[in-house]
């Protein structure tokens, strides 16, 4: 039995290059997984740090299990008079985590800062995201052992 539950903790961004220089503006996180798609609270960015706290679950079926490679991490500045646009994205491969979930029954990853790409293929600060993949079985093992907890 294959697929589960993959979580992720989307804690700051570090050095964003704001596309507006005149205003000040909120930043938020588009995040994909597979066809999955969670958008984050929006932050004031001070000294080009935001800061969010947010924890998404994608729960990944079995045939998503095998066909996701990926997380994709989109930063956005949000703008009251314009249209959003985009501070750059930073891609996270999942291969090795769900493959060692899949292996353990669950598995974790502290938060790590990983690049933001930008259009030009340029870095454009980080962004601190912790990863944690837990499997169908090991969820359905809880349920049998500890029936009144959630999870």
């Known amino acids: 039995m294959k697929g589960g539950a993959l979580e992720v903790l989307l804690v700051n961004a570090e050095g964003l290059k704001h596309a507006r220089l005149l205003r000040s503006s909120s930043q938020y996180v588009i995040t994909q997984c597979g066809s999955h798609i969670h958008t984050s609270k929006s932050t004031t960015g001070k000294d080009k740090k935001a800061w969010w706290n947010e924890k998404f679950v994608f729960k ?47 598995t974790e990853l502290k938060p790590a800062p990983y690049n933001i790409v930008l259009k030009d293929r340029t870095y454009g600060g980080e962004l601190k995201v912790g990863l944690k993949f837990d499997s169908k079985e090991c969820q359905r093992r809880r349920k049998l052992w500890y029936p009144l907890a959630k999870g």
């Open 60 to 106: 990944l079926t079995n045939s998503e299990w095998k066909s996701v490679t990926k997380i994709k991490l989109k930063v956005m500045e949000k703008d009251k008079l314009l249209e959003d646009c985009s501070l750059g994205e930073a891609t996270i491969y999942l291969r090795g985590i769900l493959r060692e979930g899949e292996r353990k029954g669950i």
